[in-house]
């Protein structure tokens, strides 16, 4: 049995052999343990004391339909044991008058600003749209540009996509795609995205190009749904009633609804995610006139609706399950989400 894996404990901080930050500006970092086993472990930074289980929720959500995110919250002990390591490089340190290694320090000063802690399965070969990007504008290099469309355009890859829409608007996270997109004043339908890095104009619902992912799967690039928890959403508190948190939109997983208003809702917002990574892709160069310059097939727009309608079908069938397993009491926050869809 491997000494670390996201389905058992941190037993020990001794078990880990090595400790590297994976994002210079986020608390991200794979472990390796002194047997070469590793996870990743990520920091979400909140206040409620009703974190962990609103994003154990949230992973439950997104593992769901994105099988290849798997994760789990760490306990209180194995917090404990991520300090131990740190206090050990601490006394190492001193005795050798050295300065605290970098990566330790990243991860203590991480560890020193609370939140919620989560173990994950390491995602191989991670790719994101912003990076991809970066290096088509910088250095001429389309590679990434070029995998990540093929990602999409691949059987089942734009439905994937559309499978880890709907977990984002059941989980209430809006830092992937932004569906609070309609003008208050007019309710038409207004650009709520971020600057498209080729352009510089406002993306329609795109709101984090760097949280469009792309990995590894059963040795195909698919997308993942890394970063499936908004700390700071207000929507994220899956165990508050729903009408206490809906002062400014209401709540995204409406939208999952069954019902013709919500069906055509999806439709169009498909539309925009469609034509918001069109753009950012950025066109194909093309040697004749008549040849196609988009990167996603003709049928894109349709087939990220049908992964939304897949991923419903299997967050229902998911909590339904949890619903009925024995155990201790339910958020009434989650019962009542998913009283108003029907699940």
Known sequence: MPLLAVNQPISSWADV????PLAAQRPVYLLVGVDDSHIVIKNEV???AHDPTNLKFANRAMRTVSPAFISKVCTPFEVDELKEIVAWEVMLSDMRLKPLPAEIDHLNRSLQSGGVWFKMEKAEGILGLDSAISKAINQQDKTGIRQIAAAFSQKGGLEALGKIIAADLFNGNTDRFNPFNNDPMTGRTAAAGDLNPRTGQKLAVLLNVGNVLISVQNNKLRPIGLDAYEASGEFRMLDQPVAHLEHNGDWP????ANNPGEAQWRAQFAGLVVADL???LGPRNRKVAWG?????????VSRVINGMDEGIRELRTSFAQYVNKPGKARPAGLMERLTILGW
């Open 253 to 256: 997983g409406r939208h999952l």
């Open 278 to 280: 069109e753009a950012a």
């Open 46 to 48: 909140t206040t409620s």
């Open 292 to 300: 196609r310059t988009q990167r996603l097939p003709k049928n894109a």
């Open 17 to 20: 052999k090595s400790v590297t």
